[in-house]
């Protein structure tokens, strides 16, 4: 059993930037492949960043390559998503969980998922 726990979102102007922490509970944190994805009003939930259990390797969706960062310390139990240069359009309820699947970029693929933290980026 993991257990997630989203903070750091907030307001910021186009351009900004916000850091968004998520903490794990459970002791088999260090074997999961973490996730974080967003859903804005009326749209589905995305997928917006990954990386696996070892923390090696990431992967991001098209729409924040380059502008975003994923990293994971099994020590400290947390996985952090960096996000600089904020549009508008990252606007959004911001969720992190882990899964069994390395490299997975759909909702069904992750087991575990955190309450989500909103991010509102202003223009």
């Known amino acids: 059993q993991v257990q997630l726990v989203e903070s750091g979102g907030g307001l910021v102007q186009a351009g900004g930037s916000l850091r968004l922490s998520c903490a794990a509970s459970?002791?088999?944190?260090?074997?999961?492949?973490m996730g974080w994805f967003r859903q804005a009003p009326g749209k589905d939930r995305e997928f917006v960043a990954g990386i696996t259990w070892s923390g090696r390797s990431t992967y991001y969706s098209d729409s924040v390559k380059g502008r975003f960062t994923i990293s994971k310390d099994n020590a400290k139990n947390t996985v952090v998503l960096q996000m600089n240069s904020l549009k508008p359009e990252d606007t959004a309820v911001y969720y992190c969980?882990?899964?069994?699947?390395?490299?997975?970029?759909?909702?069904?693929?992750?087991?575990?998922w955190g309450q989500g933290t909103q991010v509102t980026v202003s223009s």
């Open positions: 459970g002791r088999t944190f260090s074997t999961y492949a």
């Open positions: 969980a882990a899964g069994s699947i390395a490299t997975a970029t759909i909702p069904t693929e992750y087991r575990y």
